[in-house]
C-alpha cells in the first residue's frame, strides 16, 4: 500500500479521500489555495502546501504546482477526486513521468473516453448497445445529411470533445441541418479548440442511468450496478438513486456482464462509470464513460456495502479485484442523494458567504459529505456543492421518508441553499412513483397552474 498520497482536490471529495487514507495508515498532504487555508481539508491532512491564489487556474488546476508539492512533499500517488484534474489526461502523462501513481486509468484510456465519438466506436466494438449514428466524425454538412437520413430525424449532433452539453444540437428536420451543424461546429470549436462532430439518433427525454464500475489492474472487472440519475437541471444533477426503479434484475446482470468483458478488453483501470440513455421502451443505449470518482458514489456505498475510495486506493496500489470485493455483489435497499448547493432554491444563482447557523442531521441511514462548519465561509470562486445528503432505506420509500426527515433537520443559516427545494420534490407525487425522466426539473419549476 502507498505511504503517502496527495489530494488535488478541495471540499467534501477532500475529506471523503483524505478519510479513505487514514482508515487505510495511508499519510496524507492536502493541498489548497489561499481562500481555502481555512478549510477542512487543510486541517484533516497530515501536511498542507498552499498551490496559489484563490483562481482554479492559479491553483487546483495548476499542474506545475500540483506536482511541485508532491514533489516536495515526496508522496507516492495522487487522488484527484472528481472534476479539476481528475479528467486531464496530460497531468497522469506528467505523474507517470515524474514517478507519481495517478490514482485512476492510464491516460491513454481518459484519453480514448475523452473522445466522445472514439468511445463509442470502442464500446461498439465491445457488443455494448450503442444509439444508431455516424461511424465516425462527421466531415461535411452533405455527409451529416446522408447520416441523417440512414438514422432517421430527430438526430444529434455532438462534438467529439464535447461534455456539459456544450457543441449539441438537435436536428428535427433536414433543412435546420446546414444551420445547427454550423453552429454546434463554431460552439465546440470555440469551447474545446475542436470542432469536431458527430451524430446519433435523438432520443425525445430519456432517462439518465449509469453503470458504476470497479477494475483491477490484472484484467478483473466488476459491476456495482446502476445509478438513476434523471433529476437534474442543465446537465447538473440535482438527485441521483440508486438502484434505478426501472432497470429489471435481468437487465442488470446481463448489462453489468457485458460491461465488464468489455472494460477488460479495453484494458480499463480503477473506478469508471459508464453512462445510458433509456429510452421509452427501457432499452438502455450508451452515451458516454467517466474515467473518475463521481459525486454520487456515496449511493453506489449505500447498496452494495463497498467503499469505492478506499477501493481505488487499494486498486492503484496493485490490489487485486477479488481481495477488494465481498464473494458476491448484492443490492440491498434503496439510496438516494440530494445535492446540497450554496445556491437560490429558485432563482439557482450563486450565493458565497459566511455560514451563521450550521445544523447537520445523522442518525440511521443517513450519511452527510461535507467539508463545511458553523463560522465558515463559502467562497465565490468554486462549485457551489456544499454537502451530499445521502439516505439509505431497506427500500425506495423508507429512503424518502429518512430524505425527509433529514432535510427538515439540516439548518444552513448566513447563505442560500437547495435544501427547501429538496423538500419540495420529495413531495411530487411524480417523484414519489418514480415516474420521472429527464425533464422532470423543466415541468417542476414551470409556473404552476391552479384549477
Ligand atoms: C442525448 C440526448 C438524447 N439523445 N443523446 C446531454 C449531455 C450529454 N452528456 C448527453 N446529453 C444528451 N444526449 C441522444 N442521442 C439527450 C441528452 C440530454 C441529457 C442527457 C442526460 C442527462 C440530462 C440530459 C438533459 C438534456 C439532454
Not at 499519510?27 to 498551490?51: F, G, M, P, Q
Not at 438513486?241 to 442488470?252: D, G
Request: overall charge negative; aromatic content about 6%; some cysteine.
Amino acid at each position: 500500500m502507498f505511504r503517502k498520497v496527495l489530494v488535488a482536490n478541495r471540499g467534501e471529495i477532500a475529506l471523503r479521500v483524505l478519510n479513505a487514507c487514514r482508515e487505510l495508515g495511508i499519510r496524507t498532504v492536502a493541498v489548497y489555495s489561499e481562500a481555502d487555508r481555512n478549510s477542512l481539508h487543510v486541517r484533516y491532512a497530515d501536511e498542507a502546501i498552499c498551490i496559489g491564489p484563490p483562481r482554479l487556474s492559479d491553483s487546483y488546476l495548476n499542474v506545475p504546482a500540483v506536482i511541485s508539492a508532491a514533489e516536495i512533499a515526496d508522496v507516492d500517488a495522487i487522488h484527484p477526486g472528481y472534476g479539476l484534474l481528475s479528467e486531464n489526461a496530460n497531468f497522469a502523462e506528467v505523474c507517470r513521468a515524474s514517478n507519481i501513481k495517478f490514482i485512476g486509468p492510464p491516460p491513454e484510456i481518459t484519453r480514448l473516453m475523452g473522445e466522445k465519438e472514439k468511445a463509442r466506436q470502442a464500446m461498439k466494438k465491445a457488443k455494448v448497445p450503442i444509439l444508431p449514428g455516424s461511424d465516425g466524425i462527421i466531415d461535411t454538412v452533405d455527409e451529416a445529411q446522408e447520416w441523417a437520413r440512414k438514422v432517421g430525424f430527430p438526430v444529434i449532433l455532438k462534438a467529439k470533445a464535447g461534455g456539459g452539453g456544450r457543441g449539441m444540437r438537435i436536428v428535427r428536420k433536414a433543412e435546420d441541418l446546414p444551420n445547427l451543424f454550423h453552429a454546434a461546429f463554431s460552439e465546440a470549436a470555440n469551447a474545446f479548440g475542436n470542432g469536431e462532430l458527430y451524430m446519433e439518433k435523438f432520443i425525445e427525454n430519456p432517462r439518465h442511468i449509469e453503470f458504476q464500475m470497479l477494475a483491477d489492474e490484472h484484467g478483473n472487472v466488476a459491476s456495482l450496478f446502476e445509478r438513476e440519475c434523471s433529476i437534474q437541471r442543465r446537465h447538473q444533477k440535482l438527485i441521483e438513486e440508486a438502484p434505478s426503479l426501472q432497470v429489471k434484475p435481468k437487465l442488470r446482470e446481463e448489462l453489468g456482464r457485458t460491461l465488464c468483458r468489455c472494460l477488460s478488453e479495453i484494458g480499463y483501470q480503477n473506478a469508471g462509470t459508464v453512462e445510458f440513455l433509456m429510452d421509452e421502451d427501457k432499452h438502455l443505449h450508451f452515451i458516454e464513460m467517466n474515467t473518475r470518482v463521481q459525486v454520487e458514489h456515496p449511493i453506489t456505498e449505500a447498496i452494495t456495502g463497498v467503499d469505492i475510495v478506499k477501493a481505488q486506493l487499494r486498486i492503484a496500489s496493485g490490489e487485486r479485484l477479488d481481495a477488494i470485493l465481498p464473494a458476491k455483489l448484492e443490492v440491498h435497499g434503496h439510496a438516494i442523494e440530494c445535492r446540497i448547493n450554496a445556491e437560490h432554491p429558485v432563482k439557482f444563482t450563486p450565493s458565497a458567504g459566511k455560514i451563521t447557523a450550521w445544523n447537520v442531521p445523522g442518525g440511521n441511514g443517513v450519511r452527510v459529505d461535507t467539508a463545511q462548519y458553523a463560522e465558515g465561509v463559502v467562497p465565490p470562486y468554486y462549485d457551489s456543492l456544499i454537502a451530499k445528503l445521502v439516505t439509505h432505506g431497506c427500500d425506495r420509500a423508507e429512503a424518502i421518508a429518512k430524505m425527509e426527515r433529514a432535510l427538515g433537520q439540516f439548518v444552513v443559516q448566513g447563505i442560500d441553499t437547495s435544501i427547501s427545494m429538496h423538500e419540495s420534490i420529495m413531495r411530487e407525487p411524480d417523484y414519489r412513483s418514480g415516474n420521472f425522466d429527464t425533464s422532470f426539473m423543466e415541468r417542476f419549476l414551470a409556473p404552476k397552474k391552479t384549477e
